[in-house]
Each structure stands twice: as C-alpha cells, then as structure tokens.
C-alpha cells in the first residue's frame, strides 16, 4: 500500500461549483497532513495544512481530516478557473520532518 | 510562509558535464532541507535530507556520489549532478522545512535541468 494515496482525477468543474479532493494514508504517516497546489511548470505551494481531526477553513478552502478512516480531503468552494492546476496531498512521515507525497490530482476548472 | 529561492531557474549542459543547484532560505535559518526531482506528470520524489553540518541523508536508489548535497550555513543548501547524462534530465526542486513550529515544507520554484 502506498503511503498516501490520492484519486488520480483527473477532475473537471464548472466554474462555481465545489471541487472535492480527497486523499488517504497508511499507518506510516503521521498525523500532519498537507495541501499543496501546483501549476503546470511551477513548484508545490502550501495551501492548507491539518493536525486535527474535523475541519479547516480558509477563504475558499476547508481541508477536512478523520482519523479513524485515515482520510483527508479539501474542498474548494466556488472554483475559478485560475484554481486549475495539480493539487498534491502529502502527509508527515517519521521525526525527521519529511513528506510523503500522492501522485496528485489534476483539476480542470471549466468557464 | 517561508521564502525560499533556487538558482538557476533553468539549464541546459552537455552530457558528462556537472551542474550545481543552489537552494536559499531568504528569511529564516534553515536548519533542514530536501531535495526532490519530479520528471513530467509525476509526482514529487525525495532524493535526500540535508542538515546543516551533517552529511545528507540520501534516499534509497539515489547514488550520492552522483548527486552531491552540501549544507554548509544556515541559509544554503547546494546540489551537485555530476557527470549529467540526458536520464537526469528532470524538474529539481528544494524545499526548506522551515522556522521552529512549523511543520510544513516551503518550496522553492525549481530549476530545470536539460543533459544534450
């Protein structure tokens, strides 16, 4: 089993709409959990992170976290089209501060 | 979050030549930072764990003698490829760990590497 796994997408919305990212782990990933967004030819940038089981808001982003279910999400409420890119989960892994990362999720926000 | 800059942005060498990557955290002390390639459409791969002082930790399948990691400050972290072949070819990518209380990784914009 791959540490985190990601639905591979890729994933299509109208403008507007909710996007629905999701993401689980293994048992080897510590409980800090991130976002990251990248764009064609860019590097990751962070955009949301989690500790706590329940849910994180912020601006148009909610990452949601359960535990019990080793499951991680975001959600990107009223998607624009400038939200298009390849979003990547990535979880904690041991004490020596390193991420495992999903394959990514390529989200194609539609006009 | 934390600033970090990567030079050169791009560079194309011929095959059996090296190339140094430079990696700086512009406004913290970075006492930990990684290093990852991602060839296109993929997903970001660990090379190696670089402390500041210490010798980098390297992933398994990473030959470090190919790939040179010094840290040697607080604010710099380099990376060699020596003797590049055209399978090296790929999109470098630094990222800092950070200041204190911050357990997020901070990237920064890459450099692409092109072996003729």
């Known amino acids: 089993q791959k540490e985190v796994e990601q639905n591979s997408g890729p994933l299509s919305v109208p403008e507007g709409a909710i996007a629905s990212l999701n993401c689980t782990y293994s048992d080897r990933v510590s409980q800090s959990f991130f976002w990251y967004r990248q764009y064609s030819g860019k590097s990751p940038e962070l955009i949301m992170s989690i500790y706590s089981n329940g849910d994180k808001e912020d601006g148009r982003f909610t990452a949601q976290l359960n535990k019990a279910s080793q499951y991680v999400s975001l959600l990107i409420r009223d998607s624009q089209p400038s939200d298009s890119a390849t979003y990547l989960c990535?979880?904690?892994?041991?004490?020596?501060?390193?991420?495992?990362f999903g394959s990514g999720t390529q989200l194609t926000v539609l006009p | 979050g934390a600033v970090v800059s990567q030079h050169p942005s791009w560079v194309i060498c011929k095959s059996g030549t090296s190339v140094k990557i430079e990696c700086r955290s512009l406004?913290?002390?970075?006492?930990?930072m990684f290093w990852y390639r991602q060839f296109p459409k993929q997903s970001l791969m660990l090379m190696a764990t670089s402390n500041e002082g210490s010798k980098a930790t390297y992933e398994q399948g990473v030959e470090k003698d190919k790939f040179l990691i010094n840290h040697a400050s607080l604010t710099l972290s380099t990376l060699t490829v020596t003797s590049a072949h055209p399978e090296d070819s790929s999109f470098y990518i630094c990222a800092s760990g950070g200041p204190p209380g911050y357990n997020e990784q901070f990237f920064g914009p890459g450099t692409r590497l092109t072996v003729l």
């Open positions: 406004d913290f002390q970075a006492t930990t």
């Open positions: 990535a979880g904690g892994l041991g004490s020596a501060r390193q991420l495992t």
